[in-house]
């Protein structure tokens, strides 16, 4: 199927391309034994987000939507000295997962997790703490509400990357009116609007199908 076909490529690549990396497995493993959705970015996007990380210099990284801490441990590995990462999380559950998680990859001191709706958590943030790197990757409906705070607190030439964007094409399709594909028009339209930045959305396909990222550049 064309699913084998995109897990196959992936696991060509990944195997010129990446490492080992003991606690990342780590999360997956518990993240499955304590009946978490299977919904964490791939080991590539992991990756690609780990490199984008390094290549603007990050050091205070703020994510939407922690989960196990699959996508935080990729970003809290390209960390400088004196990083941060502040992840917002829902689920009481998940976050606790999460925690253990860090602790797990030695990241326990620099990445913090504010649990509780994170439109709430974010409007508690202050501007005058930006963020050089915003990841978004929560409910789809709030997309909007998110990135009109992460646009409050990153600071000019940051990068907002907002995933699950294409969503196997449904987004473009207007008979498709699932609350997720809105969210994404929403967003969409917003970042239309937003002089202030710059945009593309980049299609993906791999071992989780096909979806992709916006990826935002904060003028
Ligand atoms: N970024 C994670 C990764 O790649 O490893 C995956 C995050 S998962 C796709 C989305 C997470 O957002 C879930 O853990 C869910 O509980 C959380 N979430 C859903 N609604 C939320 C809300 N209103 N506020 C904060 N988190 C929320």
């Known amino acids: 199927s064309s699913s084998d076909l995109w897990t196959r490529s992936d696991i060509y690549h990944k195997s ?114 930006p963020f050089d790197l915003v990841f978004i990757d929560a409910d789809k409906p709030s997309n909007p509400i998110y990135y009109k705070e992460a646009r409050r607190l990153t600071r000019k030439g940051g990068v907002i990357i907002v995933d699950n964007t294409v969503r196997n094409g449904r987004v473009a399709d207007p008979e498709e009116k699932g609350a997720a594909e809105e969210g994404v028009r929403e967003l969409l339209k917003v970042i239309r609007e937003d002089s202030g930045a710059e945009a593309t959305t980049l299609g993906i396909v791999g071992e989780k199908g096909y979806d992709g990222f916006t990826y935002i550049y904060v003028l």
Do not use: C, M
Request: charged share 25%; proline share 4%.
């Open 16 to 129: 010129f391309l990446h490492k080992h990396d003991d606690a990342l497995e780590h999360v997956l493993k518990t993240s499955d034994e304590n009946g978490l959705p299977h919904i964490a970015v791939s080991e590539v996007q992991g990756k690609l987000l780990n490199l984008i990380t390094k290549s603007i210099g990050a050091k205070r990284i703020l994510e939407v939507g922690t989960l196990g801490g699959y996508s935080t441990v990729w970003f809290g590995r390209a960390l400088p000295e004196g990083g941060r990462i502040i992840t917002a999380e829902l689920e009481e559950k998940h976050a606790k997962v999460a925690r253990a998680n860090f602790e797990y990859a030695g990241l326990g001191d620099r990445i913090e997790v504010r649990i509780g709706p994170a439109a709430e958590t974010l409007k508690q943030l202050p501007v005058e703490e």
